[in-house]
C-alpha cells in the first residue's frame, strides 16, 4: 500500500472512531458531555463554561471532518501537497477528540485536560502547515481552511475552559471575588492566544470567529445562568473583540495567506 493510500485510510479510520466517539458524548451510546465527569463540564459549573448553544458548533465541525476524508478520496486529491503535509496530524487530531470523549465518560477530568491541551497543540501545527501550501480553490478553503480553522479555534477556547473546569473539580472554589479575578485572568490568557494566532496564522477569520463564538456564549452563560458574573461576561466579551479585531489586522497588514478563507 502505497503512503497517500495508506494516509487516506488513516484518516478514514480515524474519522469512524470520532464518530463512536461522538455518538458516546452526545449520549446516544454514553453519557452526555455535560452530565459525565460528575457535571465538571456542564454549562454551569464554572465561569469560563459557555452556554449550551455554544457546543452547537461542534455539528459544522464534524460535517466538515466528515467532507474532508471524503473530499481527499478523490483522484485530484491523491497526492496533493496539502494532504500530505495535514493528513496524519487530521488523523490524530480526530484520535484525540474521540479519547476526549471516552475519557470524560470515565470521570478522568485531569486526563482529559492533557488531551485537550495536545489536541490544541496538534491542530496548532494542521492550520500552520496549511498556511504554508497556498489553497486550490474555494472547496479548498472552506473543506479544509475553514473546518480545520473552526476546529482549532474552538478547542483552543475549550481548552482554557477544560482546565478550569478541572480545577473546580479538585475543589478549587475560592470566594467571588476571588473567582472573578481568576476568570477574567483566563480571559486574558485566551485573548493574547487569539492575537498570537492571529500574527502566526496569518488572520485566519475561521479561527477567530470560532473563538469569538466561545467566547460570545460565556457572555450569554455568565449573565443568564449559574454562577453568574457580569466581570467575566464583560472580559469574555472584550476577549472575543480582541482576538476579531487582531486577525482583521494580521490581514490588513498583509500578514495573512492570500489563499486563506475569507
Keep these: 500500500m502505497g503512503g497517500d493510500r495508506l494516509r487516506r485510510v488513516a484518516v478514514t479510520l480515524a474519522e469512524v472512531f470520532?464518530?463512536?466517539?461522538?455518538?458516546?458524548?452526545?449520549?446516544?451510546?454514553?453519557?452526555?458531555?455535560?452530565?459525565?465527569?460528575?457535571?465538571?463540564?456542564?454549562?454551569?459549573?464554572?465561569?469560563?463554561?459557555?452556554?449550551?448553544?455554544?457546543?452547537?458548533?461542534?455539528?459544522?465541525?464534524?460535517?466538515?471532518?466528515?467532507?474532508?476524508?471524503?473530499?481527499?478520496?478523490?483522484?485530484?486529491?491523491?497526492?496533493?501537497?496539502?494532504?500530505?503535509?495535514?493528513?496524519?496530524?487530521?488523523?490524530?487530531?480526530?484520535?484525540?477528540?474521540?479519547?476526549?470523549?471516552?475519557?470524560?465518560?470515565?470521570?478522568?477530568?485531569?486526563?482529559?485536560?492533557?488531551?485537550?491541551?495536545?489536541?490544541?497543540?496538534?491542530?496548532?501545527?494542521v492550520v500552520r502547515r496549511l498556511t504554508e501550501v497556498a489553497a486550490e480553490g474555494p472547496v479548498d478553503r472552506v473543506v479544509l481552511d475553514g473546518t480545520l480553522g473552526l476546529y482549532l479555534g474552538w478547542v483552543a477556547v475549550a481548552t482554557c475552559a477544560n482546565i478550569t473546569a478541572a480545577l473546580v473539580s479538585s475543589g478549587v472554589e475560592p470566594g467571588a471575588a476571588v473567582a472573578d479575578a481568576a476568570a477574567v485572568g483566563v480571559l486574558v490568557v485566551v485573548a493574547v492566544l487569539g492575537v498570537v494566532l492571529a500574527r502566526r496564522l496569518g488572520g485566519r477569520l475561521a479561527v477567530a470567529g470560532a473563538m469569538a463564538w466561545g467566547l460570545a456564549w460565556i457572555v450569554v452563560g455568565r449573565l443568564t445562568d449559574e454562577p453568574e458574573s457580569l466581570a467575566t461576561a464583560i472580559a469574555a466579551g472584550v476577549a472575543a473583540v480582541v482576538v476579531v479585531a487582531a486577525a482583521l489586522v494580521a490581514r490588513r497588514r498583509g500578514w495573512a495567506d492570500d489563499t486563506a478563507p475569507a
Design 18 to 125: 470520532c464518530i463512536v466517539g461522538t455518538l458516546v458524548g452526545t449520549g446516544v451510546i454514553g453519557t452526555r458531555v455535560a452530565e459525565s465527569s460528575g457535571g465538571a463540564l456542564a454549562a454551569d459549573a464554572t465561569r469560563i463554561a459557555p452556554a449550551g448553544p455554544a457546543f452547537s458548533i461542534w455539528s459544522v465541525i464534524y460535517l466538515g471532518l466528515f467532507a474532508l476524508t471524503i473530499y481527499q478520496w478523490l483522484p485530484s486529491q491523491a497526492t496533493r501537497a496539502r494532504h500530505r503535509a495535514t493528513g496524519w496530524w487530521v488523523a490524530a487530531s480526530m484520535v484525540l477528540n474521540a479519547a476526549w470523549l471516552l475519557v470524560t465518560q470515565a470521570g478522568w477530568i485531569w486526563v482529559s485536560v492533557g488531551v485537550i491541551v495536545t489536541l490544541a497543540l496538534v491542530l496548532g501545527v
